[in-house]
């Protein structure tokens, strides 16, 4: 499905990494398998360096410590906004929402819009859309939009499949109305048909967390992993990535009457550098206008990874000029969605560590 | 098919391939490789094959049958 708007604008962005950084070269012992495999494993897929959070660090830790860096340094006053948004698929909680944790943690507020989003690497996506929305009702003056996610506890550090690429974070997006009344134009698509090819089987209700859930198997390539971590079909998720994204963003320039050459950066989700670089060929979109460089700087962090290819590639130029950007985030769900838009001047893009 | 089985053999870090080699005996061959061999075929063939496609196969030469096969579809 297509949306459209206009009047809108990320006025600021503020990324928030853990100072804990882990190397491949030195996960490699854990991992069942030959040295030069998993040599070859970091050279394809980029790897390198990740961050993961030092002990029980949870989202409303990262999100509240990036809220209160904001409220410092005068970048957001706090009360100068209405909703709350937190898109997460590692919440501190079933229940309450995270984002009332943060709203209690902080002393918000009650006239805020608090939602929890369960939504993955199509989050940044899901998250704009939704403050684009909200931001229809005059009452809503700002939005906050927090994208975060600390799955490295979700992850087998036997896993070879998907420990090496996974990274936390957490950002802070801030939505306004603007005087702009250019179009955006976005589209959206989910399939649930496959939505076991990204997933965490148990500790949920359907099949609750026991001793059973947390014994390591070994796959057929000798990864151990237990049914409370998360799994990937790496394969089937490539498979969908380059058959569905392509055409998506074939039809968001045509719905905006616009061309790829015309695009300055396509900022998308960074799930590694072998899918970024195969879209790119299929795409033909020349790899300077793609940053790649996600993973390898600090893993793939789901929802989080275009914000941070934004504050690591462009904070710079985003802070004085305007930029003509396709954003894409695909993964969980399955779901795939994309948006044209003009990004900056902004207010602030910047990063800070979580210590 | 000599161009294919060259691409192959580039994947899986041997010399040669012949069409009644074995995939799954070469050392090089996991999941990283097959990934490979999967993003090869799309981008020479334009064919997707997926992760199930490829476990039914088992030499290079019925490899190339099924690419031809479904390019053909």
């Known amino acids: ?355 | 098919m000599e161009e294919f089985y060259g691409k192959l053999a580039e994947i899986l870090e041997v010399d040669q391939v012949n069409g009644n080699d074995v995939l799954e005996e070469f050392s090089e061959w996991d999941s990283l490789s097959a990934l490979s061999v999967i993003a090869m075929i799309d981008a020479q063939y334009g064919v997707n094959l997926t992760a199930t496609d490829l476990r039914g196969i088992d030499t290079a030469q019925n490899l190339f049958a099924l690419v031809i096969q479904k390019k053909g579809v």
């Open chain 1, 1 to 355: 499905m297509n949306f459209t708007f206009s009047h809108r604008r990320l006025a600021g962005l503020l990324a928030i990494v853990p100072a804990n950084e882990h190397s491949f070269m030195d996960e490699m012992a854990n991992f069942n398998a030959p040295v030069g495999r998993s040599l070859k494993l970091k050279e394809v897929m980029g790897y390198d360096k990740h961050r993961i959070v030092d002990g029980p660090v949870c989202v409303s830790d990262l999100a509240c410590f990036g809220l209160e860096h904001l409220f410092e340094s005068g970048s957001l006053g706090r009360d100068d906004f209405d909703a709350l948004l937190v898109v997460t698929e590692s919440p501190d909680y079933f229940m309450p929402p995270t984002s009332n944790v943060i709203q209690g943690r902080l002393g918000l507020k009650h006239d805020l819009f608090c939602m929890d989003i369960n939504q993955g690497c199509a989050g940044f996506l899901i998250g704009l859309i939704e403050s684009f929305l909200l931001l229809e009702q005059p009452s809503v003056r700002k939005v906050v939009l927090i994208n975060a996610d600390v799955l490295s506890r979700k992850v087998s550090t036997k896993d070879r499949n998907s420990y090496p690429l996974i990274g936390d974070a957490a950002s802070i997006t801030i939505l306004e109305r603007s005087d702009d009344p250019a179009p955006i134009h976005a589209n959206l698509k989910m399939d649930g048909t496959r939505c076991e090819a990204l997933i965490i089987p148990a500790g949920g209700l359907r099949l609750p967390s026991s001793p059973e859930t947390a014994v390591l198997e070994k796959d057929s390539e000798g990864n151990l992993r237990a049914k409370d971590n998360l799994r990937m079909d790496g394969t089937a998720v490539f498979n969908f990535v380059q058959v569905e994204v392509p055409p998506m963003i074939d039809e968001l320039l045509a719905a905006a009457g616009t061309t790829a050459e015309a695009v300055e950066a396509f900022l998308f989700h960074q799930p590694n550098r072998f899918m970024l670089e195969k879209l790119a060929d299929k795409m033909k979109v020349p790899y300077e206008k793609m940053p790649m460089n996600v993973v390898e700087h600090y893993g793939n962090s789901s929802g989080v990874t275009i914000p941070l290819a934004i504050v690591h590639n462009l904070s710079e130029r985003i802070v004085k000029e305007s930029i003509l950007a396709c954003l894409a985030g695909f993964g969980v769900g399955l779901t795939w969605s994309s948006m044209l838009l003009k990004l900056g001047p902004m207010d602030f893009c910047e990063m800070i560590e979580y210590k």
